[in-house]
């Protein structure tokens, strides 16, 4: 999120950058809709100077993280994509920690 704008969605990988072609052929070949913006955001962390000023865990386990470079601000939101309670949607890390960290959900298997 910018603002109120989404930036980036999972079911960007379902539209090809250049209308009319394959579906199947743009995901396989790194040219959906969510390609590019993917691209575009990480070249906006590589050049700017982004720092994290806020992170949450919600319900249901959305993931929040927001950070700022200078005056720009971004929100990154994650929501798992699967109800299984045994099935990792994510792990987290702290950096420099030894290795510890959380994985959402708790249940989910930790091989």
Do not use: C
Not at 5 to 14: A, C, E, P, Q, Y
Not at 37 to 65: C, H
């Amino acid at each position: 999120m910018h603002g109120d704008v989404i930036l980036l969605g999972s079911r960007d990988m379902r539209w090809p950058k250049t209308p009319g072609t394959d579906r199947d052929e743009a995901f396989d070949n790194f040219t959906t809709m969510y390609d590019v913006q993917a691209a575009f955001l990480t070249s906006k962390f590589t050049e700017g100077d982004f720092r994290v000023t806020g992170a949450d865990i919600g319900l249901g386990g959305l993931m929040v993280v927001e950070a700022t470079s200078g005056s720009d601000s971004i929100r990154i939101e994650v929501i798992p994509e699967s109800s299984g309670p045994k099935v990792e949607s994510w792990r987290l890390f702290a950096v420099g920690n030894n290795g510890e960290h959380y994985v959402y959900p708790e249940a989910a298997g930790r091989d």
